[in-house]
Structure formats: structure tokens, C-alpha cells
Nanobody, 117 residues
Framework: QVQLVESGGGLVQPGGSLRLSCAAS????????MGWYRQAPGKQRELVAS???????NYADSVKGRFTISRDNANNTVYLQMNSLNPEDTAVYYC???????????WGQGTQVTVSS
């Protein structure tokens, strides 16, 4: 059974930082491309950042220079370090695991991030 469990969300003031974690189980983590997506109320889910199995990273323009994605294959975990947060970053953040060759695509349940004073 595949599980992606996000943690680390919460309420933070503008300019603050949070670190999201996503612990994966039930997959061969090291071969999966991992990503963080977010969905704000009334908006479509969007890609925030991704990291391939080969550790190539990609970021949405809105978070470049502020967010950093990383992965720990030994612990089957992907992280999203978020700095200089602003209210526009408020959303539910979802972890994604994808292995295109086998058409595998999994989602976590999401963790709420709220940026407000």
C-alpha cells in the first residue's frame, strides 16, 4: 500500500519560514520523481517544485529563490524548505510521487499552510 504523508504545515507570519516533509512508503522511493503542488481556495492545483530521481530540480517562477526542494533517499522523504513566505503562498500543499515508465502517480492528503499576520 502506497502512502505519502505530509507534515510541517501550519500558520506563519509573512516573512517567516516553514519546512514541509513528505514520508513515502510502499514505493521504491529512489526511482520516483517527487513533487510539491499546492491548491489555494478557488484555484487549480499548481506545481510548486519538483525533484527527479536524478535530483534535477524545477521550481514555479513564483517561488524561485525562496523555496528549496530536496530528497533523502535513505529515509524515503522529500522536503520543501519555504522561506520569505507571503500571504499568496497560503494553500494546501500536496506531495506527489510519479514514475512515468509504469504510469504510477500518487498523492498525499495535503497539509495546510497559512501565511497571515
Amino acid at each position: 500500500q502506497v502512502q505519502l504523508v505530509e507534515s510541517g504545515g501550519g500558520l506563519v507570519q509573512p516573512g517567516g519560514s516553514l519546512r514541509l516533509s513528505c514520508a513515502a512508503s510502499g514505493i521504491t522511493f529512489k526511482i520516483y520523481d517527487m513533487g510539491w503542488y499546492r491548491q489555494a481556495p478557488g484555484k487549480q492545483r499548481e506545481l510548486v517544485a519538483s525533484i527527479s530521481s536524478g535530483r534535477v530540480t524545477n521550481y514555479a517562477d513564483s517561488v524561485k529563490g525562496r523555496f528549496t526542494i530536496s530528497r533523502d533517499n535513505a529515509n524515503n522523504t522529500v522536503y520543501l524548505q519555504m522561506n520569505s513566505l507571503n500571504p499568496e503562498d497560503t494553500a494546501v500543499y500536496y506531495c506527489n510521487a510519479r514514475f512515468t515508465t509504469w504510469s504510477r502517480n500518487y498523492w498525499g492528503q495535503g497539509t495546510q499552510v497559512t501565511v497571515s499576520s
